[in-house]
């Protein structure tokens, strides 16, 4: 079918063209994919375009074939990263010439370049239409029939389209970030300190600090590339190493108040309910020397409730399953669990300071059972194969770091929108 393009259409991918020419800038790249001059569905152009969103190489991209495409849709966007490679390799000495170079490339019609062109000529083109698709009957997603998590579960309660885009699409994730990097490291330092120093012991102390500052800073060498510069690295590794330094505080006020011996490190959660698998890793188990009662620990580097009665709500309301999760896999396994403990370790400025609960006190045996009749519920929704849709949260703050921002289209408002004059 022959339609006819505006020459304004034309002359403004042809003036893209030129710019990454010269300065091979990121953003043109993606607008000229994107296009109706690429030779590239809208479709895939769209997807390659969220890729590179997250990976910032677009052309490396399509040449690794990061997306399966079917062979036709795959020769389009390969043909697009040739056109491009060429494009960048020339050396043309005007940019007339220039601009010749890339309509004849891209096999664009001629651009007339005569002063008194209007802007509203148009030219012709040839563009082949897609054939209309027959409408689909409406049906649920396909159940989940895979392990469940109380990860998974926590991003379900709190954006049911984050949990559909993350678990049932599969879809693009974002590479991580530093804030992801440094707590990978430091949950890695702490593993391999407490596998040396199980009983925590003021006569220890000199040991301990030293040893602590080793594993720190192996963790976070093995986590470089993690960080984007080299002064993001070096910035993130001393506040860890500052922080680390207040851990070996707190571990002494402990062996002091109420003595304990780490029995766990990254121990596996396993837990069937209603004949649905659940899996995890607990960062740590403690037994108290007194009592004999277990503590699950779960070590915070991001923000957390301040103190116990915020995270009780967040429990009561269905919004965290973490520590109940934790808690009845213990349970299952033999073991008396007497305290669920969140340590932040975010702050280098302020001392170690736990959000402790104490089950049967702070946090009753009832409401872990109504979190556990929660979590049995939610995972019989998911694997129904019945959910036809997935809402957005009502809490803008959710999509501040949400990888599938970009591709919501239903995304709450943030404050300063909905309150702008």
């Known amino acids: 079918m022959r339609v006819r393009v505006r020459s304004a259409l034309l002359r403004s991918f042809v003036e893209d063209a030129v710019q990454w020419h010269r300065t091979g800038a990121q953003t043109l790249l993606v607008r000229l994919l994107r296009s109706p001059c690429s030779g590239v569905p809208h479709d895939i152009a769209a997807a390659y375009a969220t890729l590179a969103l997250r990976s910032g190489e677009l052309l490396e991209a399509i040449e690794r074939g990061d997306l399966a495409l079917p062979a036709d849709e795959r020769d389009c966007v390969l043909r697009f990263a ?72 926590n991003a379900y309660a709190e954006c049911r389209r984050k949990w559909f885009y993350r678990y049932a699409c599969g879809a693009i994730e974002d590479r991580g970030s530093a804030a992801s990097a440094y707590g990978s490291a430091f949950h890695l330092a702490l593993e391999d300190f407490h596998g ?164 049967g006190r702070n946090i009753s045996l009832a409401e872990l059972e109504r979190s556990r009749t929660r979590m049995i519920e939610l995972s019989a929704e998911l694997a129904s194969g019945e959910t036809r849709e997935f809402a957005t949260t009502r809490d803008a703050s959710a999509c501040t770091y949400c990888a599938y921002a970009l591709a919501c289209a239903s995304k709450p408002p943030s404050e300063a929108q909905r309150f702008a004059s």
């Not at 006569?203 to 800073?217: G, N, P, Q």
């Open 196 to 359: 040396e120093y199980p009983r925590p012991v003021r006569a220890d102390e000199a040991a301990m600090r030293r040893r602590i500052r080793e594993c720190v800073t192996w963790a976070f060498e093995s986590q470089r590339n993690g960080f984007d510069t080299r002064v993001e690295f070096e910035l993130q590794t001393r506040r860890a190493q500052r922080t680390a330094q207040r851990y070996v505080d707190w571990l002494l006020v402990q062996e002091r108040e109420a003595p304990f011996e780490v029995v766990g490190r990254e121990t596996p959660a396993e837990l069937e309910l209603d004949g649905r698998p659940f899996v995890g890793f607990i960062d740590r188990l403690d037994r108290d020397e007194r009592s004999g009662g277990v503590a699950v620990i779960d070590y915070k580097t991001g923000s957390i409730p301040a103190t116990p009665a915020e995270y009780v709500e967040k429990v009561r309301g269905f919004r965290d399953f973490q520590l109940p999760f934790y808690y009845w896999a213990r349970t299952a396994a033999g073991d008396r669990v007497t305290r669920l403990v969140l340590i932040p370790l975010k702050d280098a400025l302020l001392d170690v300071r736990p959000v402790a609960l104490q089950v």
């Open 82 to 153: 040739r056109r491009m490679r060429r494009i960048r390799s020339l050396d043309a000495p005007f940019e007339s010439i220039l601009r010749d170079e890339i309509a004849r490339t891209f096999e664009l019609p001629a651009l007339e370049r005569a002063s008194g062109e209007s802007e509203e000529a148009l030219q012709e083109t040839e563009l082949r239409l897609a054939e209309p698709q027959p409408l689909e009957e409406p049906a649920g997603v396909t159940g989940w029939q895979r392990h469940f998590s109380a990860s998974a579960l």
